[in-house]
């Protein structure tokens, strides 16, 4: 068991973190975060420094290295500030259906942007009837000639607004039973009959919309079918497990930066004349914040090492989806707590880390459906 | 809103901590090593009248209700886990028969265990029904005038000492709805092909009575039957609404004194040159323990209230019986913890009430099963 970062590993780290430092000014982001925009001019930058998607091979534009190595930089630019590091990640996860299950072909045309931050990606799967039950769903997909009639309306979907691309998820077969009937579909945002609006304020990952797509008679050439037909399912499935691995990085990063700036409080302010950080309840509390976020960053680095070898295992992986957010959820209320009233006000950063934590625990499967699936691998069939 | 107690309820409560510490908490120790069974500590408490006191006057009791029936064990429990579980159990299933016997069966069986000549007994558990009670399979066959009973109970209290023992049987197996198949009768332990070993090797409460029990064609007149035939799981359901609120003081009482034993230990106990409770983490601990044990306390003196007024609630008992069943887990826990190694000794009483407190989280019904019960009446059955 090797448990240190490797050279490589180190210095990328530390090449994010000279970035984030360099181009992330606190007040900036705040404003970005109340007007709900999106981070174009870092996210632009950050794509020719080569920090999004670095995991793609380098024929897609990416650096062609493991996982884990991309997720260690995404903590890292999560845990120097949420909004920015958030927003840069979630531009590529959505496209992760496409990386895996598209052809040469499809990929060529639509991944290299996402490295080179010209554009982000989404995906579109959830309904309003459909949120973790997607064993059917209600966009229909008719094919017509040699094209697809895509009829229908997407919820929660980031960065719908914005994104040039969507993967989309329709029934192409109404009358097959549970899971069978559902394909994925490559469509352009500037399709004719596509419409896609950001639909409110939320309590976290502000930076990035959540928006509702619209599509009325959307013409889809079959060329932009992903994979086989029918087989939709098991190509979500594929990628979200895979993308959750990525989740539970981010909530890494979020605990992270929470508990980076308690830690911070507690050595710098002082009551009763004394650091708050000799007081032992705070002493504990920080304790216990780094107790749970070492062991949780731990299974989480152990899935993605399991997904680098090529052995990728479900219970690890939804296991690090479940435990991390909850581990940053905790470790932003602890947080909160050390830096007391201040903790509140969005300049300390921490309400938009447990907004985000929050988001982490429901974003690609809520843990309870996680923890479902964790079931039946643990248990098997009773 | 009246959150005090009656004059009345607060000389009992301060008779029964005088008897409780007089009487139970000298033997306590010994009891519990040598898993004696004291018959004599019962005639005492009966003497002055602390044995079902919630009896109406003409069946030998006070006529008062549970929440003075909590209230003294509660203070039994404070004292002395132990034989406190030996008093509580002396009365066990009585509330079955004030319920739903007749007046006859009333005038008969009550007045004994209030003079402390009897104990009673309750045998619903089976080797196969746990929780799952609608499950027993315990045979009731009714011929002529009377029942004959074979089968089998596990994990009965009082099952070698009882005078009687009301008993969970199946009589209408043929029955479609598993909640319509059961009956109760009373049977005499002194009846031809009753037979019960004592159980021994129990975690903690060694000092009271449980035991495992035999019908091999038991023969009952049908006057033994307690309320209506098919009725038994229904009228289960009821007694519990009862018994479970009790429970609840049990662990009140059993926390309080955990908790009272932490604070004197703290209080004395020096360690870095100042005694331990100075320590601001020992501090949080005990006002953590004190507000748990207040919320139970309130919980469990409210379900105790709303049977008394003649509406018993399910809802508020298994409230009641879960969550101070955790507080005391909880407590127990900290307290032995604050007592650091010589907690794990049993040169301190804490380590007693550390193994005692588990049992208040299984019997009459599991957490879970609490838990089922409460979010069945909250969401109605979805």
């Known amino acids: 068991m090797e448990f240190a970062f490797t050279p490589r590993q180190r210095l990328l780290r530390e090449a994010v973190r000279e970035f984030m430092k360099g181009e992330c000014d606190p007040a900036v982001t705040l404003e970005l975060a109340k007007k709900k925009q999106f981070p174009w001019e870092i996210y632009r930058k950050a794509g020719q420094h080569g920090f999004l998607a670095s995991y793609y091979p380098k024929e897609l534009g990416g650096q062609g290295i493991p996982l884990l190595d991309y997720c260690i930089m995404m903590e890292e630019m999560i845990r120097h500030d949420n909004r920015i590091g958030m927003a840069l990640s979630l531009g590529s996860i959505p496209a992760k259906v496409l990386l895996r299950f598209g052809n040469e072909e499809q990929k060529k045309r639509y991944l290299p942007k996402l490295t080179k931050g010209e554009a982000v990606s989404s995906i579109a799967v959830t309904e309003p009837n459909h949120g973790s039950d997607i064993r059917f769903l209600d966009t229909r997909a008719i094919k017509k000639g040699d094209e697809y009639i895509l009829q229908g309306s997407k919820i929660f979907i980031t960065n719908a607004d914005i994104a040039e691309f969507y993967t989309v998820f329709a029934q192409t077969d109404p009358d097959a039973g549970p899971y069978r009937g559902i394909s994925g579909f490559i469509v352009e945002r500037e399709t004719e009959g596509i419409t896609a609006w950001d639909i409110g304020d939320k309590i976290g990952i502000k930076t990035t919309s959540s928006c509702i797509i619209e599509f009325r008679e959307v013409r889809v050439p079959k060329e932009n079918l992903l994979g086989k037909e029918n087989h939709g399912f098991i190509y979500i499935m594929e990628a979200l497990n895979e993308g959750r691995i990525e989740i539970a990085s981010q909530a890494i990063g979020l605990a992270r930066g929470a508990y980076d700036r308690a830690l911070a409080h507690a050595k710098t302010r002082e009551q009763f004349g004394q650091k708050i950080g000799k007081f032992q309840n705070i002493a504990h509390m920080l304790v216990e914040m780094s107790e749970n976020i070492e062991s949780a960053a731990l299974l989480c680095y152990k899935a993605l090492w399991l997904f680098d070898q090529g052995k990728m295992d479900l219970a690890t992986s939804l296991q ?59 248990l098997g069939k009773l | 809103m009246d959150f005090e107690l009656s004059n009345r309820q607060k000389q009992i409560r301060m008779a029964a901590r005088e008897f409780a510490e007089g009487e139970l908490l000298p033997i306590g120790k010994e009891c519990e090593e040598k898993g004696d069974y004291p018959r004599e500590i019962i005639k005492k408490a009966a003497q002055l009248g602390f044995i079902g006191v919630f009896f109406k006057k003409e069946y030998g009791g006070l006529g008062l209700g549970s929440l003075e029936h909590a209230i003294i064990l509660e203070e039994f429990w404070r004292a002395e886990p132990g034989l406190a579980q030996v008093l509580s159990q002396t009365v066990f299933g009585t509330d079955m028969l004030l319920l739903y016997g007749s007046e006859e069966q009333k005038k008969k069986y009550l007045p004994p265990i209030a003079k402390g000549a009897w104990v009673s007994g309750f045998a619903i558990t089976e080797p196969e029904a746990g ?17 004959v009973i074979n089968g ?107 908790f009272e034993q932490a604070v004197q230990y703290t209080k004395r106990r020096k360690q870095f040159g100042r005694t331990i409770a100075s320590f601001q983490a020992t501090q949080f601990k005990i006002a953590e323990m004190a507000t748990l044990i207040e919320t139970a306390r309130t919980l469990t003196y409210k379900a105790c209230w709303a049977i008394d007024r003649g509406h018993p609630d399910t809802q508020l008992s298994a409230m009641a019986k879960w969550w101070s069943a955790q507080v005391a887990i909880r407590v127990v826990d900290e307290a032995l913890q604050l007592h650091g190694g010589y907690g794990y000794l049993d040169d301190y009483p804490i380590e007693r009430y550390y193994r005692a407190a588990k049992i208040l989280e299984i019997y009459e019904g599991t957490k879970e099963i609490q838990k089922l019960a409460i979010g069945r009446r909250v969401l109605g059955t979805p």
Request: hydrophobic letters at 40%; charged letters at 20%.
């Open chain 1, 320 to 378: 690090a989806k479940v435990k991390c957010p909850l581990v940053a959820i905790d470790t932003c209320l602890k947080a909160m707590q050390i830096l007391a009233g201040y903790g509140l006000f969005e300049e300390q950063f921490l309400p938009g880390y447990l907004g985000d934590a929050l988001a982490t625990w429901l974003l690609e499967g809520t843990g309870q459906i996680q923890r479902n699936t964790v079931a039946s691998q643990i």
């Open chain 2, 152 to 258: 089998s109970k596990v994990m009965i209290s009082n099952g070698t000492v009882a005078h009687f023992i009301l008993v969970y049987c199946l009589t209408h197996p043929e029955e479609n709805s598993k909640t319509k198949r059961h009956s109760i009768l009373l049977v005499e332990t002194d009846r031809p092909g009753y037979k019960a070993d004592r159980i021994h090797g129990k975690m903690g409460i060694r000092a009271a009575d449980t035991a495992n029990i035999f019908f091999n064609n038991v023969r009952v007149p049908k006057e033994n039957l307690v309320g209506t035939e098919g009725n038994g799981f229904l009228q289960l359901m009821k007694f519990l609404d009862h018994s479970r609120a009790i429970i609840g003081a049990q662990a009140v009482g059993l926390s309080q004194g955990a």
């Open chain 2, 131 to 147: 929780s799952d009670t609608a499950s027993a399979s315990t045979l009731a066959e009714k011929v002529g005038e009377e029942y």
